[in-house]
Structure formats: structure tokens, C-alpha cells
């Protein structure tokens, strides 16, 4: 059996996604997002996040974040990300391009999470000196690049040194359901009760078709966020697919269903890996994503058996495992036997 665990992005789309991007495609209505549907999802997440909250849907999690971030920063500002992030490695410079030219900054920290002690020692780097770059926002990724998942502690530690230092907060959430599963708190309390003050609200990799939620919390922030997302080529005019896709996964707890699912089967993956004693865990997954090592042979071993995943990107042996909402099960055990197979002849 071929079973991926590339990416969660490999799924296709939730059903009622689907369904409900035909039902909005009937009939005509006001483009731009300033149809009924649209101002839906406003009052969807508003509920979700229990604040009024400013909504702007995009189609992808780069544009999300950049678009966010475009809003927190001037031109000569940094914004302090960990080194593994996704903005610092994954969104080409995009994250450059939409801030004007800002700097981006890697902050170190365990298990990629940014280290709180090491991020006070930036926030205040040269401020004020006209030659240096001004320390001018705090991005964080929950579920984090390595399939850890900040504490609500953790997080608050983080928006602790940005408030002092008078730096807004935004959150990477590609993975937000996985993590708000795992950590089993409430949005608001993952978000703005924790000091985040943007979030990008993904929501593509767990089940919708393109539709991601830049959510802002504080009002100021997003003044000018309507006229960055046309600039940038974001606005889409038939909007109403984009909000279609949102109020569905926001229905009969689509996100929640799904996120538990692919946590579920992380566990169940980890919990068989665990047991095989030549493979080491190098960070335990909390959430949908797994990091570990496998022992000399055992990569090509199953990949041959036909068995999809990234590897060959960090350290010798080091793989990379990610369930979906539709990883399936049989799939996950046929993985963790291969493995001991493999094992049990080395
Ligand atoms: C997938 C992902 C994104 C969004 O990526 P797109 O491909 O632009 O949708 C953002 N941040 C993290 C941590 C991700 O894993």
C-alpha cells in the first residue's frame, strides 16, 4: 500500500469544502467580499475568536503571513522569527517584498520555538540608531516547523518581551486547528488573551480548498491591510468561493474533526516508531508532524517499498512525517510494520 506523509498539503479538500463552493457558485453575487457570505465568516470567526475581529481572506498561508506582517513593519524595521521558520525558509522573499524591503531575523530556541531570553536581547538591539534596522515585530509559528507546540505559557512568555519592547505579535497558524486540538485550550485563549495580535488562520491544510484567514485582533492594525491585499493582488472578486470554503470549515466543528483526526493518527504513527528501537524521535510530536532518524538503509528501505516522505533536507537519517485529515489508517500501520521489518533484519 502507498501511503504519503509529504505534507498535509497533499490532501485534497474536505467534501462539504467542496460542496459548499458549488452551492456558492450559483447565482451571482457582489464581488470583492462584499457579499453576504464574506461578512458570514466575519461574524463565524468573530464568534470563534469571542472578539470582534477584522477578517481578509487570501488564498495562500505565504500570502497570509507576509500580508500580516506587511502591516506590523516599516521598511526599515525587523521582525524577529525563529531561524527555522517558514517566512526565513520557505516563502522565497516574499516576506521582503510585501514589507517594503524589511529585515527578517532568525531567533534561536529549542524544538523551534523562540527562545523568550534570546528574543529580549533583539527586541532592544540598536533602537533608535539610524544605521541599524529597528526591531519592529514578533512572528511565531503554532504548530511550530519542527511539530512542536508552544505552551500557552511559552506563548505569553514571547508577547511578555514584545509588549515591553512595544512590538506586535503575529502568529503563524498553517496548523492552527492541529494545535489548539493538541493544547485543548480555546482560540481566544491560544491568540489574543495570549498577546498575539495578528494570526494567520490556516485553514487549506486541514481540509479547506484555498482559504486562509488573516485574522487581526487589534483594530489599528488592520487600517491598512484592505488596500495591502489589493495592492499585493489578493483581493479576489469572486471572494464568496474563498468565504464558502471558511464558513464551511467553521461548521459542525469540520476543523476541529479534522484536526483531531490527524493528530489522532500522529499519535498512533509515534506511538509504533516508538516502539522500534533503532529509530530515534527527535522531537516529539504534539501535533501532526513528526521529526526523527532513521537508522542507515532505513530511508531508502521505505521509500522502495513506496512509502512518501521528505528527507535528505536536514541531518543524516533525518526524516520528516506529516498525517493529514485523510492519512489512512491502515496506511500508518503498514509504515510502523515496514519499519520493523526492517528493524528486526538489521
Ligand atoms: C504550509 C505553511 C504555510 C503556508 O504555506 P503556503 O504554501 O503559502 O500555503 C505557512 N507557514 C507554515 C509553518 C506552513 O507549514
Not at 64 to 91: K, R, Y
Not at 234 to 241: A, D, G, P, T
Not at 315 to 321: A, C, N, Q, S
Not at 322 to 338: C, D, L, M, Q, Y
Request: glycine content about 8%; hydrophobic content about 40%.
Amino acid at each position: 500500500m502507498k501511503v504519503a506523509f509529504t505534507s498535509d498539503n497533499i490532501a485534497g479538500a474536505s467534501d462539504s469544502v467542496l460542496q459548499a463552493m458549488m452551492d456558492a457558485s450559483q447565482g451571482d453575487a457582489i464581488p470583492y467580499g462584499n457579499d453576504e457570505l464574506t461578512a458570514e465568516v466575519t461574524g463565524m470567526l468573530s464568534a470563534f475568536f469571542e472578539c470582534d475581529v477584522n477578517v481578509f481572506l487570501v488564498s495562500t498561508g505565504t500570502a497570509a503571513n507576509v500580508l500580516s506582517i506587511s502591516a506590523m513593519t516599516p521598511p526599515w524595521g525587523s521582525v524577529l522569527c525563529h531561524t527555522e521558520s517558514h517566512l526565513l525558509n520557505d516563502e522565497s522573499t516574499a516576506p521582503e517584498f510585501y514589507s517594503g524591503g524589511a529585515r527578517f531575523v532568525g531567533v534561536g530556541g529549542a524544538d523551534a520555538k523562540i527562545d523568550p531570553v534570546q528574543l529580549k536581547k533583539f527586541v532592544s538591539q540598536k533602537v533608535g540608531d539610524v544605521h541599524s534596522c529597528q526591531p519592529s515585530a514578533v512572528s511565531l509559528s503554532q504548530v511550530s516547523e519542527v511539530g512542536s507546540v508552544y505552551s500557552l505559557e511559552e506563548i505569553k512568555a514571547i508577547t511578555d518581551v514584545a509588549k515591553e519592547a512595544h512590538l506586535p505579535v503575529h502568529m503563524d497558524g498553517a496548523r492552527f486547528a492541529n494545535a489548539l486540538v493538541a493544547l485543548g485550550c480555546t482560540p481566544a485563549e491560544m491568540t489574543w488573551k495570549a498577546g498575539i495580535d495578528i494570526v494567520s488562520f490556516g485553514a487549506t491544510k486541514n481540509g479547506t480548498m484555498s482559504a486562509e484567514a488573516i485574522v487581526v485582533f487589534k483594530p489599528e492594525l488592520a487600517k491598512e491591510l484592505a488596500f495591502r491585499r489589493k495592492r499585493g493582488g489578493h483581493l479576489h472578486s469572486k471572494m464568496r468561493v474563498l468565504s464558502a470554503q471558511m464558513r464551511a470549515y467553521l461548521t459542525d466543528n469540520l476543523w476541529r474533526q479534522n484536526a483531531e483526526y490527524a493528530n489522532g493518527m500522529m499519535a498512533l504513527l509515534q506511538e509504533g516508531l516508538k516502539t522500534i528501537p533503532s529509530i530515534k524521535i527527535n522531537t516529539p510530536a504534539q501535533a501532526n508532524m513528526l521529526f526523527c532518524t532513521l537508522p542507515e538503509g532505513m530511508e531508502e528501505y521505505l521509500l522502495g517499498e513506496g512509502f512518501a516522505f521528505y528527507g535528505g533536507r536536514w541531518e543524516k537519517g533525518v526524516v520528516r512525517l506529516v498525517t493529514s485529515f485523510r492519512t489512512p489508517k491502515e496506511g500508518v500501520e503498514a509504515f510502523i510494520n515496514a519499519a520493523r521489518r526492517f528493524d528486526d533484519q538489521g
